[in-house]
């Protein structure tokens, strides 16, 4: 929701999503990450990429390159804006909200950026045509709209894991604010 410039009214300008994994409390009570992430959902699943699953910490990559202190994980699910309110920095807002009021100090945010938005249009054209879709990459114009979708999160810190689809932002290291992160997007 955003405000008009004297506060008296609010309109809906998208929905955002998310879920907190309390990794820490599921290894004290004896409950692996690889339980805990894949029993949500195949979409909580992926962030298993941040894991050495075998070992049921974080990758290599994880620990030397975004050096958390503890292990729970705040999962940015989704973060849709209507399309006339696109480009105005509100899902920039709208995930560090997210992250300022529910995420772990010591751990770590991760999402997926991916146009949900196309998936969910070309399952219903899909359907209504009898088809489905064998991967998001046949959907036209997903390849554009992912990178983008990239590009936009990397404004905030995200870092893409190597050879995975999850982008994570460290809460350990130092980041720049929003306001500087949105001044460097309007500069760029």
């Known amino acids: 929701m955003v405000a008009n410039e004297d506060f008296s009214h609010h309109k809906k300008v998208g929905t955002a999503t998310a879920l907190l994994a309390r990794l820490e409390k599921a290894a004290e009570d004896g409950v692996d990450c690889v339980e805990v992430l894949d029993a949500r959902s195949a979409d909580t699943a992926l962030y298993l990429d941040l894991f050495n699953v075998k070992q049921s910490r974080y990758s290599g990559w994880v620990e030397r390159t975004l050096q958390p ?8 699910d989704r973060i849709q804006l209507l399309p006339e309110y696109r480009g105005n920095g509100y899902g920039l807002y ?6 300022s009021s529910f995420a772990p100090s010591d751990g770590l945010v991760a999402c997926i950026p991916a146009p949900f938005e196309l998936l969910q249009k070309h399952r219903a054209s899909a359907s209504a045509n009898g088809g489905g879709i064998r991967q998001n990459r046949d959907i036209p114009s997903w390849d554009a709209a992912e990178a983008k979708l990239r590009r936009h999160w990397a404004l905030l810190g995200f870092r893409r894991v190597p050879g995975s ?12 604010s929003i306001k500087e992160r949105l001044s460097n997007k309007r500069s760029s």
Not at 94 to 99: C, R
Not at 165 to 176: G, M
Request: no cysteine; hydrophobic share 60%; glycine share 4%.
């Open 94 to 99: 709208a995930a560090y909200a997210l992250i």
């Open 69 to 76: 202190f503890g292990r729970n994980l705040l999962m940015l």
């Open 165 to 176: 689809d999850v982008f994570a932002l460290s809460l350990t290291l130092k980041q720049p």
